[in-house]
């Protein structure tokens, strides 16, 4: 009978740290709901205004602030670094949503959507040469992906026109000797 009486208040203690534990997670879950959507109404608030407008930067570096400490609290959050992206891409901060996106694919390497967004930022940043590769692994992931497939077409019009530019602009190439 001692043996059940030790093993009882044991057993009530992991339960109690059981219960709170999965009270506190879900507590922070909405703690983190709440700071998500409170980042967004600020976003949303400032996208219809002026680039140069300085209530649409503060608007906006209020919202980064936000989802940072989110991510900060929260590192595996791919919802927080999906708006973070938002975030940079309206601060037109390509940069900083380039690494957002990829930490964003470390979390989950299986989402075509993720590789796209990232051809986005490179597109958005003239780097035409590392959206491509972003694309063949979305179609390697989700071969029907249409959004990949129209994208990438663009993408390549967009460096074949440079390519045409280029030659244009050096009409004997540089491979080329100089006759005399």
């Known amino acids: 009978m001692k043996s059940i009486f030790k093993v009882i208040p044991q057993f009530v203690f992991v339960t109690a740290l059981v219960v709170t534990s999965t009270a506190t997670a879900s507590t922070d879950k909405n703690t983190e709901n709440s700071r998500l959507m409170e980042a967004m109404e600020l976003y ?13 930067t503060e608007l906006l570096n209020q919202s980064e602030s936000i989802l940072l400490d989110v991510i900060a609290k929260n590192p595996e959050s791919l919802d927080a670094h999906r708006k973070l ?7 037109r901060d390509y940069q900083k ?21 990232l051809a986005i930022l490179y597109d958005h940043a003239g780097a035409y040469e590392y959206a491509i590769p972003m694309l063949d692994e979305a179609l390697k992931q989700d071969p ?23 030659e244009s602009d050096n009409p004997h190439g540089s491979d080329q000797p100089h006759s005399k």
Request: glycine fraction near 4%; avoid cysteine; charged fraction near 20%.
């Open 85 to 91: 992206m938002g975030v940079y891409l309206q601060m």
């Open 144 to 166: 029907n992906q249409q959004l990949a497939k129209e994208y990438k077409a663009s993408i390549q019009q967009k460096i074949d026109m440079e390519n045409i530019a280029m």
């Open 97 to 117: 949503a380039i690494q957002i996106m990829q930490t964003a694919i470390t979390l989950s390497p299986g989402d075509p959507k993720l590789f796209i967004a």
């Open 44 to 56: 949303a608030k400032a996208t219809p205004m002026e680039q140069a407008d300085n209530q649409r």
